[in-house]
């Protein structure tokens, strides 16, 4: 079975622009959470989505929003890049209830110039 | 907020050695996980425990819980060069997990 894939693996904007990356969840899967990894330090939530609900939302501006889909996919669009937004996103699924055990993928490696 | 501490931030030995890296919190873990990142992939989950003094082992991995809930180790026996990675300890608390900056541990051949 496939694991959570992710798009674009790695990807460069430029200050300004926008970004939308996409998580495809394990199937069977309902939850998807969204994290931002910055070199040299540990993932930071961003949001989680079940059943096309936003559950949870971290510290993250405006800029930053995101959905789920019917078929439990889900984008993350960050608006107006900013260099800080530089970072590996990683997505992870789970079934959905409260404490599952979360899979994530690869990642979409953004580098903002 | 919830502040977790991971020490060494890095880490180097010779294959066959022994290495203890710790995860300690500002506060009360809910669940603490520990994970391993390596290079161009996401964390992986290695174990998850709830019970102060709790002690689980995974193969050469023995990861000790605190009976405060507050602080972690992870050691492992006899290290290997497939033991190099990231390794992370996160609190888990409902719906979202909140991580250290993590160890960085590399095993040289």
């Known amino acids: 079975d496939a694991g959570v894939t992710q798009s674009p693996t790695h990807l460069i904007k430029t200050r300004g622009q926008h970004v939308t990356l996409r998580c495809s969840p394990i199937?069977?899967?309902?939850?998807v959470s969204w994290y931002q990894q910055v070199l040299g330090q540990g993932p930071q939530f961003i949001f989680q989505?079940?059943?096309?609900?936003?559950?949870g939302r971290g510290n993250f501006p405006d800029r930053f929003s995101a959905r789920q889909f019917p078929n439990y996919s889900s984008e993350l669009n960050v608006n107006a890049l900013l260099l800080g937004d530089s970072a590996l996103y990683l997505c992870?699924?789970?079934?959905?209830?409260?404490?599952?055990?979360?899979?994530f993928g690869e990642g979409s490696r953004l580098t903002v110039l | 907020t919830q502040l977790l501490e991971q020490s060494p931030q890095f880490l180097s030995i010779q294959e066959g050695e022994n290495l203890t890296v710790y995860c300690n919190s500002s506060s009360v873990f809910s669940s603490l996980q520990w994970y391993r990142q390596e290079p161009g992939e996401g964390p992986v989950l290695l174990v998850t425990?709830?019970?102060?003094?709790e002690v689980k082992k995974l193969k050469r991995l023995t990861f000790q819980f605190g009976d405060a809930r507050k602080d972690s180790s992870l050691h492992i026996t006899a290290a290997q060069p497939g033991d190099t990675g990231l390794y992370l300890c996160a609190d888990h608390n409902d719906y979202k997990l909140s991580f250290g900056a993590g160890t960085t541990v590399t095993v040289r051949a």
């Open positions: 989505y079940y059943e096309k609900e936003e559950r």
């Open positions: 992870a699924s789970s079934l959905g209830g409260i404490a599952g055990e979360l899979f």
């Open positions: 425990v709830v019970t102060g003094g």
């Open positions: 199937s069977g899967h309902k939850s």
